[in-house]
């Protein structure tokens, strides 16, 4: 994807009605390289760019009680403080509900051979997405 789309940039987060931000699960906590982008969102803040859009998050750990949960979660902190509506998945998928992902975001366990999603984890991500669209175009509908 990195090859494919670049680099984000902050003119990407000013443009878009919503963003889902992604990070492999660093100790149960953000990848310092997604933080320090975060970090960096200030100037957007301070312009109140980013109030009232819409985000969530989704990540990835190679071990089954890698912070999946709490990697998401803590990545509310900062969408909160930068003014985005977070939209997380709820129970709202039957995928979910089965235990696939976490009602907070989507997720996925690699294990040691850094295996991708499965079927069921890639349903949850792509409800996810559709979740947050739904909500960013309500949003934008209602400025």
Do not use: C
């Amino acid at each position: 994807m990195l090859s494919e789309y670049g680099v984000p940039t902050h003119a990407d987060v000013e443009w878009a009605d919503g963003i889902i931000f992604g990070t492999p699960t660093r100790f149960g906590n953000t990848s310092a390289e997604l933080k320090a982008f975060i970090d960096g969102l200030g100037s957007l803040w301070f312009q109140g760019k980013l109030n009232g859009k819409a985000a969530g998050a989704f990540t990835s750990t190679a071990g089954p009680h890698g912070g999946n949960e709490t990697t998401v979660v803590s990545l509310f902190i900062p969408m909160a403080h930068l003014g985005f509506i977070i939209v997380p998945i709820g129970y709202t998928h039957e995928k979910v509900v089965q235990g696939h992902g976490t009602p907070y975001g989507a997720s996925s366990t690699s294990g040691q051979n850094s295996a991708k999603p499965t079927a069921e984890e890639f349903v949850v991500a792509k409800h996810q997405g559709a979740r947050a669209t739904q909500v960013a175009a309500a949003l934008k509908a209602a400025r």
